[in-house]
C-alpha cells in the first residue's frame, strides 16, 4: 500500500530534550515537506528537500533541523525543543515539482513541549 | 509576502451547493491546489489548476484566475461527509519550490 508513515504519532517531552520525529515513504517520490498546523494558521511549511541531499528552508524553519540521506526518509529534528513547538506535524510526499503538487500526507504526529 | 486569504468557516445546507473562495498577493507559482481535512486526519488532495479555467472532479470543481489573483473551490450535492476544512494551496516556480497553503475554510453542512 502506498503509504507515508510517521513516527510517533503521539510525543510529550520536555523542554531542551533533543527528539526526532521519523518520516518514510514508499511511493519513490522525490519531493518530501514537513508542515506544522496551529489553529489559526493553517499549515506551514517548516523544510522541504527535493531529492536526495537537497533541502532547504520553508516559511518556520527555526528550531527545526532535516537531512535527507535516503530518498524515502526525512526526519525532523528538533535539538532543543521549546514550548511554542508544541503542535500538529505533518509530513508530505510528491512525485515531484512543477506537476499537480498532489501531497500525499502522513498521518501526523502530536507533540506537545512542557 | 505570500499570502493566500479563505473565510474562515462556511455553512451550507444538505443538498446544496457552496463556493470557496482563496485570494491571494503573490506571483510565480505553477498552479492552485486544493485539500481536504476532517477533524483529526491528515489533508487529502482534491484538485489542482495549473491553467485559469474550471477543472471539475466528479462533485468538486475548481477555477483559477490568475489575472484576478483568485481561485475557488465549488462543492455540489453536498454531503454530511463534506463536512471539514478545506485549504487552497501554491507551489511556488523559480528557483526554489516552497509550498504556501491558505488559512483554510472550515465547511459545516447542515440537514
Known amino acids: 500500500e502506498a503509504q507515508v508513515t510517521q513516527n510517533p504519532r503521539y510525543l510529550i517531552t520536555v523542554t531542551g530534550k533533543k527528539l526526532t520525529v521519523t518520516c518514510s515513504q514508499n511511493?519513490?517520490?522525490?519531493?518530501m515537506s514537513w508542515y506544522r498546523q496551529d489553529p489559526g494558521l493553517g499549515l506551514r511549511q517548516i523544510y522541504y528537500s527535493m531529492n536526495v541531499e537537497v533541502t532547504d528552508k520553508g516559511d518556520v524553519p527555526e528550531g527545526y533541523k532535516v537531512s535527507r540521506k535516503e530518498k524515502r526518509n526525512f526526519p525532523l529534528i528538533l535539538e532543543s525543543p521549546s514550548p511554542n513547538q508544541t503542535s500538529l506535524y505533518f509530513c508530505?510526499?510528491?512525485?515531484?515539482?512543477?506537476?499537480?503538487?498532489?501531497?500525499?500526507f502522513g498521518p501526523g504526529t502530536r507533540l506537545t513541549v512542557l | 509576502g505570500q499570502s493566500l486569504e479563505q473565510p474562515s468557516e462556511v455553512t451550507a445546507v444538505e443538498g446544496a451547493i457552496v463556493q470557496i473562495n482563496c485570494t491571494y498577493q503573490t506571483s510565480g507559482f505553477y498552479g492552485l491546489s486544493w485539500y481536504q481535512q476532517h477533524d483529526g486526519g491528515a489533508p487529502t488532495f482534491l484538485s489542482y489548476n495549473a491553467l485559469d479555467g474550471l477543472e471539475e472532479t466528479g462533485r468538486f470543481s475548481s477555477f483559477l484566475s490568475r489575472s484576478d489573483s483568485y481561485g475557488y473551490l465549488l462543492l455540489q450535492e453536498l454531503q454530511m461527509k463534506d463536512s471539514a476544512s478545506y485549504f487552497c494551496a501554491v507551489l511556488f516556480s523559480g528557483g526554489y519550490q516552497k509550498v504556501t497553503f491558505g488559512t483554510g475554510t472550515k465547511l459545516q453542512v447542515i440537514p
Open positions: 508530505a510526499s510528491s512525485l515531484s515539482t512543477g506537476t499537480t503538487n498532489e501531497q500525499f
Open positions: 511511493m519513490n517520490h522525490e519531493y
